[in-house]
């Protein structure tokens, strides 16, 4: 069975993270020194047009509608490192959350690089029945960038 | 933060539209230039073979003389105003660029003012260079295409013309192109953003062009409309909401967002209804969809049913989910006049003055259906959403209805003044005579005296007269000359307003440069989150407002202006 | 919750480290605010009026 020390798990709150999440805690090694470096990435190119193309608002009015988004997004990753970080003190692992803003894939590959993980786990991408919003991981981009193996956990 | 970021694109910039004058100016691109211009070129033509023809015969005159060749001046074709055009353009930004440009690449930025408003300068040199290229390039381009096309007989219909395949439907397809494809380079992001500054320039200006009368009818018309169907659409929505079990949070922004003007009141009213980030996604992306396709389908069918300008812009302004798009759609339908833009922005001020009202309504509607909400104050909500640049329009249009810009009755563009009528322009000799023939034609003693007055002054008098006239020329049997002379007179007497004409002119341009700044902000990635429960009752909201404005449009809304 | 600046800082577009922190309020920044926005089609307007009062009236 595989084995790592030191795991990067993209983690968003999905279903599909969350097996991600289960499937990190099965292969990462129980003995000392064990750490989860948490990637949230807030996708850059989709919330950048969520201002669309208003015009008609005052500035402010769009200022506001920025800041509101800006803060559920927020709120919304501190509530998923959280509740990582509080899996992994039960485990007895480190924990390095990392938060970015930008492409999930570009992201992925820049952190595990500076981390220096052994690892990286992903969940898989979201069955067509499921709703939620539409921004997938660049798996070409990812198997071409990371210097380790990265798994993909079951979509079942 | 600093946001100007080095780069010699700007300078790059400014060297092409500067080489564009020059090029101009140097005539060495006459041959593209004629071929994109055919009618003007053709004229062009024209003058030029009279103009020889005129100087040969001088020359021959003056030799038979025995005096020294005369000189004539040599007038201006439409293709050489054109063309001087082109190059003041070209000359004026090519030379303010590179400047800018030059200053970006030497000037340490620092943090403030100065470096914000500076990085906004390069994305807006780049949109304007997208409406140089597709104003002067693809917009002619396109359309002898769709003229070729129709008369090779490949296609019966000119498909430039039924697609609206113009300059602005083009800069708008050419932002949404290049956001998507390529992606807006860093050193044009704050630009590209800022651009819509533009539309409200546009809109301000706009105030000039309305007389008071023209206003108080359009407003009247577009208040009852809006009013019905903005109304109408966000009761529907909250009904449909409430049946399909959507979350009251996404009711209330889908409703703002469907009901009033689209993307602006997604944004408005998202965090009043505190819509959780996936449901503004869902919305925002819906109206997108809906916004890009109407932008196409409704000038085709305008033009399919050969609406009016008012009629047009009565339906783009009611039925189009949002508000970019209704100037878009407004430009597209009528590229050349803003006679239909002018009808349709009455009706987006409309639009955006209740999306204040909606606001406080979603407020109140959201209080007594959540607990959790926060509720808010009134008064702060009127004075934060009421829009400053309608209050710039309102402000415009007294000015000008003071008759500082033109005297009223000017409004059109065009004005009727026997005084400025030149004096190559009075009626010929033979027309005179044509016109004294036809005389006892006349039916009443109103038309005798309005012809009496035409014989004896050589031009219409006064704009009544001018009208009187017209009618009678259109007495049976009357005669041809008579009639071409009575036309030819009355086109005399009215005269472009060169200020009218000319704020025109420049808003054309300022819209354009908006809606290319806008297009750059519909991205795919925003639009593909469409979907689920917010596509559905999109979809039935949006057709029914679309067909239901048409329905309105078409049986009560009559030409006026 | 224990997130310090040094292991969660948010970064725009993958950026190097030192952009702006994420547990300090609205840090989080996706949206550029824009600066006199409305103030400025004003003034844009109105230039341009006077300018085609000037050239034109």
Do not use: C
């Given at each position: 069975m595989l084995t790592a020390n030191t795991i990067l798990l993209a983690y968003h709150g999905t279903d599909g993270a969350k097996r991600a999440e289960a499937l990190a805690y099965d292969i990462i090694s129980s003995e000392e020194g064990g750490r989860i470096v948490h990637l949230l990435v807030v996708p850059e190119e989709l919330w950048a047009g969520m201002q669309g193309d208003d015009w008609l608002n005052n500035a402010s009015t769009r200022d506001t509608f920025g800041s509101y988004v800006e803060g559920m997004l927020e709120k919304d990753a501190a509530e998923q490192v959280a509740a990582v970080e509080a899996h992994c003190k039960q485990r007895g692992l480190a924990y390095t959350p990392i938060l970015r803003v930008g492409d999930l894939a570009d992201c992925l590959v820049a952190a595990a690089r500076d981390q220096k993980v052994d690892l990286v786990v992903i969940g898989p991408p979201?069955?067509?029945k499921e709703s939620g919003l539409r921004s997938r991981m660049e798996l070409d981009t990812l198997g071409r960038g990371l210097p380790v193996p990265y798994v993909v956990a079951s979509g079942e | 933060m600093i946001y100007t970021k080095k780069s010699p694109a700007l300078v790059i910039i400014g060297i092409l539209m500067f080489l564009w004058g020059w090029l101009n100016a140097s005539g060495s691109i006459d041959g593209l230039q004629s071929a994109l211009q055919k009618s003007a070129y053709s004229d062009h033509t024209k003058v030029n073979e009279k103009f020889q023809a005129e100087l040969r015969f001088a020359n021959e005159q003056a030799q038979t003389e025995g005096k020294p060749a005369p000189e004539l001046k040599k007038p201006t074709s439409k293709f050489d105003k054109e063309k001087a055009f082109q190059t003041k353009f070209g000359y004026f930004f090519g030379s303010v660029f590179v400047l800018i440009g030059l200053f970006i690449l030497t000037w340490k930025a620092k943090a403030g003012n100065l470096d914000y408003y500076i990085s906004t300068v390069p994305g807006m040199a780049l949109i304007l260079l997208i409406a140089f290229v597709v104003r002067w390039g693809l917009d002619p381009m396109f359309a002898n295409w769709g003229k070729d096309v129709q008369a090779a007989g490949i296609l019966s219909w000119d498909f430039a013309k039924i697609f609206n395949l113009n300059y602005v439907v083009m800069g708008i397809l050419a932002g949404i192109v290049i956001v998507n494809v390529i992606g807006i380079p860093a050193w044009a992001a704050n630009g590209v953003r800022t651009a819509r500054v533009f539309l409200k320039t546009g809109v301000i200006l706009l105030?000039?062009?309305?007389s008071a009368a023209e206003l108080a009818q359009l407003g009247f018309l577009s208040v009852v409309m809006i009013g019905i169907f903005v109304l109408g659409s966000v009761w529907l929505v909250l009904l449909m909401g409430r049946r399909m079990k959507c979350p009251n949070t996404m009711t209330g922004v889908l409703s703002a967002g469907l009901g009033v003007c689209g993307v602006s009141a997604t944004v408005a009213a998202s965090p009043v209804v505190q819509a959780k980030a996936g449901e503004i996604a869902y919305t925002i992306g819906t109206i997108l969809l809906w916004g890009v396709g109407c932008m196409f389908i409704f000038p085709t069918v305008g033009h399919v049913l050969g609406m009016g300008p008012v009629q047009f812009g009565a339906w783009a302004g009611t039925g189009i989910l949002n508000s970019a798009q209704v100037a878009g759609a407004a430009l597209a339908f009528d590229p050349h006049g803003i006679e239909t833009l002018k009808v349709a922005e009455i009706f987006n001020i409309t639009r955006v003055l209740f999306l204040p009202i909606i606001v406080l309504w979603l407020a109140a509607w959201f209080v007594k259906h959540e607990e959790s909400a926060v509720k808010v104050n009134l008064a702060e909500v009127l004075v934060a959403k009421f829009p400053l640049f309608v209050l710039g329009f309102i402000a415009m249009f007294a000015l000008s209805s003071t008759g500082v810009f033109a005297p009223a009755g000017h409004y059109q563009g065009k004005y009727f003044s026997s005084?400025?009528?030149?004096e190559d322009k009075l009626l010929k000799p033979k027309e005179v005579r044509a016109l004294e023939a036809e005389l006892p034609k006349a039916r009443n003693a109103s038309e005798t005296k309005a012809m009496q007055d035409l014989i004896a002054n050589r031009k219409v008098m006064t704009r009544e007269e001018g009208e009187t006239l017209k009618s009678v020329a259109k007495i049976e049997g009357f005669d041809a000359v008579a009639a071409g002379a009575i036309a030819n007179a009355n086109k005399a007497a009215t005269h472009d307003s060169k200020i009218i004409k000319n704020f025109r002119d420049w808003l054309a341009w300022l819209f354009s440069i908006g809606l290319i700044g806008l297009g750059m902000q519909i991205t795919v990635a925003s639009i593909k989150?469409?979907?689920?429960k917010p596509l559905i009752i999109g979809s039935v909201v949006g057709t029914l407002k679309a067909v239901g404005s048409l329905v309105v449009v078409l049986m009560f809304v009559k030409e006026f202006v | 919750m224990a997130i310090n600046d040094q292991n969660a800082e948010m970064s725009m577009g993958?950026?190097?480290?030192?952009?702006?922190?994420?547990?300090?309020?609205?840090?989080?920044?996706?949206f550029v605010r824009d600066r006199n926005e409305d103030l400025t089609a004003l003034l844009f307007a109105f230039l341009i009026a006077m300018s085609g009062l000037m050239f034109f009236g």
């Open positions: 979201r069955s067509k | 105030g000039t062009l309305y005084a400025e009528v030149k989150q469409a979907g689920g | 993958g950026e190097p480290k030192g952009g702006p922190k994420f547990d300090r309020g609205h840090q989080l920044s996706i």
